[in-house]
Each structure stands twice: as C-alpha cells, then as structure tokens.
C-alpha cells in the first residue's frame, strides 16, 4: 500500500519561508501527477501547486505563483514544496496527494488524487 508522508511544517513569520517534503514509500509515482493543496480551518482544501512527475512539468494555484515552488527527486522518490515570502493567509495544513491515474491537463480537484499524506501544519504569523 503507498503512503505519503509529509514533513517540514511548522511556525514561519510573513515573509519568510519553508520547505514541506513528501515522501512516498510503497510505489512510485513517476508516470502521474503530485500535488499540493491546503486547507484552512473553516475553508475547503485549494490546491496550491503540481507537477507531473515524469517531465517536471508545474502548475501553481494563481495566489502562490511566483512565490511557491513544486520539485521532485526521483532518487528520493520525494517532492517538494518550497513556500516563500509567506502571507498570513498562507496558515493552513499542507497535504500532499498523488494520483494513480494518468490525466492530460494538471488535476486541481481533491477528487482527482488516489494517495493523501497525513498533512503537516503551517502558520505564519506576523
């Protein structure tokens, strides 16, 4: 059975920044897609970043483009979310999530992703 086990959360002031990991053990998931969301209390889990594991290819959520970046490293079998010049809004539980299926486009719906990691708290305070 896959697991996905994040790492890397914790307590960040505005601006600053963060690296969150995800570790998958189990399978790989080279030929499909990985992904970020979050979710703040009282919000719906929002996607956040992806990459289609094979060719690197990302896609980013418009309020973190610019300032998130998604990575992978196949010898790891471990993606990455590097968070910088974070905001207050940016308080959530980061979960990644991986998808046993092929898709053509970037997935951006909890819906589509098969394997969820058991999510690692961010705060950012001012």
């Known amino acids: 059975q896959a697991q996905l086990v994040e790492s890397g959360g914790g307590l960040v002031q505005t601006g600053g920044s963060l690296r969150l990991s995800c570790a998958a053990a189990g399978r790989t998931f080279r030929g499909y897609h990985m992904a970020w969301f979050r979710q703040a209390p009282g919000k719906e889990r929002e996607f956040v970043a992806a990459?289609?594991?094979?060719?690197?290819?990302?896609d980013y959520a418009d309020s973190v483009k610019d300032r998130f970046t998604i990575s992978r490293d196949n010898a790891k079998n471990t993606a990455y979310l590097q968070m910088t010049s974070l905001k207050l809004e940016g308080t959530a539980v980061y979960y990644c999530a991986a998808a046993a299926r092929y898709y053509s486009d970037f997935p951006k719906t909890p819906l589509s992703y098969d394997y969820w990691g058991q999510g690692t708290q961010v705060t950012v305070s001012s």
């Open positions: 990459i289609r594991w094979s060719v690197g290819s990302t």
